[in-house]
């Protein structure tokens, strides 16, 4: 009689993954050292490790801040696959829930540690650009070029409305969380421009008139925002995992640990340590890198950050939309920025309190706009349950729009 259990779309996602398979296919465990090989070994990417150890001498040893910020910059890349990996192979062995939970907690890893970098530095303006970056990137970039990869085999493919409804609702309650502090900041700034004209205005932009309000209305959105998000969780993962299944490919060979979970946890933990000391170098030469070859904190903050952080859910969501699997690219695009909106946000917000860093949500006028347009043309092309190359090339379209205004996007 066959299995009626349900599997929730996150531990879907991890039998997915493209990964390379070694061994003869018996159920043999893997060694501790063979598994850290293989971690070391599965991906060409890898090969950018070299990076890793320049990056830590270019700090130390002073090769200057365009040569500190290029190279961590690459090193990120395999250290955000390495991350991916080591979490595919924990949640193997941890089961649905608490697989689904590690890749929800890792997942994202790389903008959180790069956040929290910045957060301790008083970088908050880099903060909240890479935060919006990454999810203007899983939703415009990466979800655009797997509408076009799956186009290109099909004409027209299909997956489930309802679970991609039930991710845009998410998506856009966390939107307007971004837009209700920047309306509360406009009013204000408005209000003083009207009863005190261009002296009141500026006393007030240059004062805490308004800031403890947002400091205010962004903290308590924030717990609000933690408690969906769990609430979200326990939606996806436990009472409502149905809505969030894919067709069972009979064909597909169930997937064997190429780790050992002790191993896959201390590589985990292992990288994760090394990525904050790269992030940590990386943002420490972003404002002199800035300034020096004339390139807008604004562009790097939204446009290149997430690009290497989400390099390696770029090639996931592609290549299983080139596999005719558009359900989990959808999953990991839509999946990603709601991680980022209703989790990492006002996680690094709450963080930011805890350590005297006055963070909020207000992102700013011209960053809301973009991502409410983003919101907007995902939402539509979503509802029909179905995708072609034309809707994958209109949101590539507008995140190019995007990238060209924040180049020259003025400093606040």
Request: aromatic share 8%; net charge negative; with cysteine.
């Amino acid at each position: 009689m066959p299995s009626t259990e349900r599997t929730p779309l996150t531990q879907q996602i991890s039998n997915a993954l493209p990964s390379h398979r070694g061994g003869s296919g018996h159920d043999a465990q893997p060694s501790f050292v063979g598994s850290l090989w293989w971690l070391l070994t599965s991906s060409w990417l890898n090969l950018l490790l070299v990076f890793v150890p320049l990056g830590f001498a270019a700090e130390h040893l002073h090769w200057g801040t365009a040569a500190i910020f290029g190279i961590n910059f690459l090193a990120i890349v395999p250290l955000a696959k390495l991350l991916g990996d080591a979490t595919e192979q924990v949640s193997l062995k941890l089961g649905q829930t608490l697989g689904g939970l590690l890749n929800a907690t890792f997942g994202n890893a790389v903008e959180l540690i790069v956040g929290i970098v910045a957060l301790t530095q008083g970088q908050l303006r880099i903060v909240q650009m890479s935060l919006i970056g990454s999810i203007l990137s899983n939703i415009l970039l990466v979800l655009g070029m797997s509408f076009v990869a799956g186009g290109i085999y099909k004409d027209e493919n299909t997956f489930q409305a309802t679970a991609a409804q039930a991710s845009g609702s998410i998506m856009t309650l966390g939107c307007i969380t971004v837009v209700l502090p920047a309306a509360y900041q406009g009013s204000l700034s408005l209000s003083a421009l009207l009863h005190g004209g261009m002296d009141a205005l500026k006393e007030h932009n240059g004062g805490d008139v308004g800031q403890s309000g947002v400091l205010f209305i962004s903290r308590g959105t924030s717990i609000i925002l933690l408690l969906i998000y769990a609430l979200y969780l326990v939606f996806q993962l436990k009472t409502h995992a149905f809505l969030f299944e894919t067709p069972e490919n009979e064909d597909e060979e169930e997937e064997k640990p190429n780790m050992t979970p002790s191993a896959a946890v201390l590589g985990l933990l292992i990288v994760t340590v090394v990525t904050s000391f790269s992030a940590d170098y990386l943002v420490g030469a972003i404002d002199e890198v800035a300034n020096d070859y004339s390139i807008p904190k604004a562009f790097i903050g939204t446009i290149l950050l997430p690009i290497v952080g989400n390099a390696a859910e770029h090639v996931t969501s592609v290549w299983m939309a080139a596999k005719d699997r558009l359900d989990l690219s959808l999953a990991v695009a839509l999946g990603s920025s709601i991680q980022i909106a209703i989790g990492v946000i006002p996680a690094l917000c709450l963080t930011g309190w805890a350590i005297g860093q006055p963070l909020t949500l207000s992102f700013g006028a011209f960053e809301t706009v973009v991502l409410v347009a983003a919101v907007i043309l995902v939402n539509t092309l979503i509802q029909d349950g179905r995708s072609n190359y034309i809707e994958g090339a209109l949101l590539f379209a507008l995140y190019c729009v995007a990238a060209l205004s924040f180049w020259v996007e003025p400093e606040h």
